[in-house]
């Protein structure tokens, strides 16, 4: 038989990569042409939007769509994913234009994928296999590629049945293993024990990210945490808010690894995490391989939700509520949430003031000019001071110590003298405050 289908996307990720690659420089890198195939049963106005977001996925991934398959069903195909008749017609199209791949918008079964590639005789790949790309491409720390390479390994696990499909002919009959069979066991066992050595490097860093989120926790101050749907603006937003110099591009999941920013006012301190863009049916692999790396937002006295405002409501509304889905999965559904509502400047002054109505409470802002981040600062460090507690004392004067203590940890200090002692009010961490309260109970 001749040469074996890849059974998962192996797009410019593997190609910059694949030390046995012997094509020349310009084909490596040239862009694959794609072919989108897509089953639903929903609105014309999600449909748009389902289709041109796996666009914008297959353009980050290195591919460009050459042509479209939308069937409309209640639910895809069990075996085919598309229905006979309109696969017959895909699969002349595809006989006779030759793409490098077709692009499915939904998700694959392993059953389906063998199928569709079976009947196109070209490679097939499905929406999560496409993120995973993009998360390979993107993903810089050592961390961040051992989670990557986790999922990829979780997600092409079921996918080893039929890779050697064409060996199973060479057994020995009724109740004998032919190789194909001990060929797909021997894949099977390699990736289980890939699998285990990734989660053991993936558990040593996270007891030293637990060593870290304990600091982390005890610290008084105020974390902030940057989520929303990919390509909302989050980095952008960032580097506004923080002076950060966090690398912004208009691509999907360009933030992989968490980063965290501080900045400061009146001697309050605000630390800023920007974590991975959210995106609708996110891989259920990627948010277990990254849920350490979520941690940022779980642990976070506000999330600040960053939403597009220059879409439509509709289209912000599905991405709300994939953003919350995620949030939720990682066990975060408790943080207070703040809206920010980004790139304002592509709005006009009626739209401004529509979307002002529609989501009250909301801070609009737009990253690039700088418009309504100082408004942003001001929301967060009213955040920070709200955390803070309103202490007052009556401190002999023998009692310098106390008055350090609480010059040192607090903020907004007062004196007022007094014949026996000296009264001081300041605002302090809560820990803090206790601590000064002992302190002076001790004396």
Request: with cysteine.
């Amino acid at each position: 038989m001749g040469r074996e289908l890849q059974r998962t996307y192996r797009g410019r990720a593997w190609r910059e990569e694949d030390p046995d690659d012997k094509r020349g420089l310009h084909e490596v890198d040239r862009t694959e042409h794609a072919v989108m195939i897509a089953s639903m049963g929903c609105s014309p106005v999600e449909e748009t939007d389902r289709l041109t977001e796996m666009a914008e996925l297959l353009h980050t991934a290195g591919a460009t769509v050459v042509h479209r398959v939308v069937q409309h069903r209640d639910r895809p195909d069990p075996r085919l994913y598309l229905g006979r008749g309109r696969l017959d017609e895909l699969v002349e199209w595809v006989k006779e234009n030759k793409p490098d791949l077709v692009a499915c918008e939904g998700d694959l079964s392993a059953g389906q994928q063998r199928h569709l590639e079976d009947r196109l005789k070209t490679r097939v790949v499905d929406r999560a296999g496409i993120i995973l790309d993009i998360f390979a491409l993107h993903a810089q720390s050592a961390e961040g590629k051992l989670q990557v390479e986790l999922a990829q390994l979780e997600y092409s696990y079921s996918r080893q049945e039929g890779l050697w499909q064409h060996l199973e002919r060479l057994g020995g009959g009724v109740g004998t293993r032919g190789p194909g069979e001990s060929q797909l066991e021997s894949d099977r066992r390699m990736i289980r024990n890939r699998m285990g050595v990734l989660r053991k490097r993936l558990g040593e860093v996270e007891r030293s990210r637990e060593t870290m989120r304990e600091e982390r926790l005890a610290s008084p101050t105020t974390r902030v945490a940057l989520a929303g749907y990919t390509n909302a603006g989050k980095s952008s937003l960032m580097n506004a808010l923080t002076g950060a110099h966090v690398d912004v591009e208009d691509a999907l999941f360009e933030t992989l690894d968490a980063t965290t920013r501080a900045f400061s006012r009146d001697g309050m301190k605000v630390l800023v995490s920007d974590t991975v863009g959210f995106i609708r049916h996110l891989p259920h692999q990627l948010v277990e391989s990254f849920r350490s790396t979520l941690e940022e937002v779980r642990d976070a006295h506000l999330i600040v939700h960053v939403a597009d405002a220059s879409e439509d409501d509709e289209g912000r509304a599905a991405r709300a509520t994939a953003v919350e889905e995620v949030l939720d999965e990682i066990g975060a559904h408790e943080v207070p949430r703040l809206l920010v509502l980004n790139k304002v400047d592509l709005l006009d002054d009626e739209d401004r003031h529509a979307l002002a109505r529609r989501h009250v409470g909301a801070v609009l802002v737009s990253a690039r000019t700088g418009e309504g981040i100082d408004d942003l600062r001001d929301r967060l460090l009213a955040t920070a001071r709200a955390r803070w507690e309103r202490v007052e004392l009556a401190v002999p004067y023998a009692r310098g110590d106390v008055i350090s203590a609480v010059y040192a940890q607090g903020r907004d200090v007062t004196q007022d003298a007094g014949p026996d002692g000296t009264t001081i009010r300041a605002l302090m961490p809560p820990a803090a405050a206790g601590r000064v309260r002992a302190l002076l109970a001790r004396g």
